[in-house]
């Protein structure tokens, strides 16, 4: 049986991807510190995983010690890196922690695998390397152009990995450039658990339809657009979960490396999803035009060929299923995983 080591494990991405490499036939080893993500995750894996015991690690990947005794204590086949600092805003405050966490977890975790003749490595990337796009769709061969020190730990992280594979051809890696990940686990038993304000659109959303919340902020209204608020590819979780197993798939069967794009290849605006939860919903979601936030662009979308030509991996799920899905979460979890 395959075994994969998935970092950040029982973040929002990641747990969603655990369930669909088991689903899958892979055994999985989880690794988390809960610097952003609940110990109650691993309860409701469990239960969606038909009561089998996850294996977890708890540390962090900065941690080479810790990620060292991993690796002696697990045969590990290969790694999903998803372990790394997110808010885009935080980074820009924070730039020190962001590139020790995200950079320096990036490197122990591949220097462990590479005493231990483990060399298949799925990087959890993002369009934000894309910066304002020049072109849509957006292709895998578009200009790269980070525009704050999240999106820099990206495209580094994607440059240590072609640099590593340059220099040891026997490195096969999969960088995933992820859109806007939305939705959650059709069980609403697991789905996206901001801690404070959220910063992404359908979390806020979801808490002002479920009344946590009073009014949705639409930053900005005179963009370039069809109806002049941001245009963004949501791409439900589930669907990507999907894409990493058929990136390790891909890994596994077939020599070399790759970066793709996940993405639907559709792009929504701001108050198209605010329509589209309400009718998921049935609540109302009321909103106020606010100036623009800070590094905002106006319309980002994926072209999503590769991934289908090279993993035979297309989105499945519409934004409706997205607001359904998120809604059933929120309204069944009013308080994230904390009970
Ligand atoms: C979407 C749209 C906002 C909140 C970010 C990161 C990216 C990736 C996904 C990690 C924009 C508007 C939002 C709100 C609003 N994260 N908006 N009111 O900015 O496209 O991408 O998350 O990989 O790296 O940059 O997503 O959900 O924050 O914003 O009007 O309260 O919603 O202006 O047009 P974004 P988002």
């Known amino acids: 049986m395959t075994t994969i080591l998935l970092t950040g494990a029982t973040g929002y991405i990641a747990s969603h991807t655990w369930l ?10 989880g690794l988390d510190d809960f610097s952003n993500s609940s110990p109650a995750v691993l309860q409701r894996l469990q239960a969606l995983l038909g009561g089998e015991q996850p294996v977890f690690e708890q540390g962090s990947v900065t941690d080479a010690a810790f990620v060292e005794s991993v690796f002696q204590r697990h045969r590990i086949d290969a790694v999903v890196h998803f372990a790394a ?45 894309y910066g304002k796009p020049e072109a849509l769709p957006i292709t895998e061969q578009a200009r790269l152009q980070a525009t704050n020190p999240y999106g820099q730990t990206k495209l580094i992280g994607e440059q240590i990995l072609a640099d590593l594979g340059a220099a040891e051809p026997h490195w096969q890696t999969g960088v995933l450039r992820y859109f806007n990940p939305v939705g959650a686990h059709a069980s609403g038993q697991i789905g996206e658990d901001p801690r404070g304000i959220p910063n992404n659109l359908m979390p806020y959303v979801a808490q002002v339809a479920v009344g946590k919340r009073a009014r949705l902020q639409v930053f900005g209204n005179d963009y370039d657009t069809p109806d002049g608020t941001g245009v963004r590819d949501y791409i439900h979780v589930t669907d990507l979960a999907e894409g990493h197993v058929a990136a390790l798939r891909r890994l596994l069967e077939t020599p070399g490396s790759f970066t793709v794009n996940l993405g639907t290849g559709r792009g929504y605006s701001v108050l198209e999803l605010v329509r589209a939860y309400e009718a998921a919903s049935g609540r109302p979601v009321p909103y106020d035009i606010a100036p623009r936030r800070p590094g905002d662009i106006d319309a980002c979308y994926a072209d999503p060929a590769l991934a289908q030509s090279l993993l035979g991996w297309t989105a499945q799920h519409d934004l409706a299923r997205m607001c359904e899905d998120s809604w059933r979460w929120q309204r069944m979890n009013p308080h994230g995983f904390e009970t």
């Open 20 to 29: 669909a490499l088991g689903a899958a036939g892979c055994q999985v080893v």
């Open 85 to 129: 600092f997110k808010a885009v805003g935080e980074s820009t405050a924070k730039p020190l922690s962001y590139y020790a966490n995200n950079i320096g977890g990036l490197l122990t975790v591949c220097e462990a695998m590479r005493r231990h003749g483990c060399h298949r490595f799925v990087f959890s990337s993002s369009a934000t390397v």
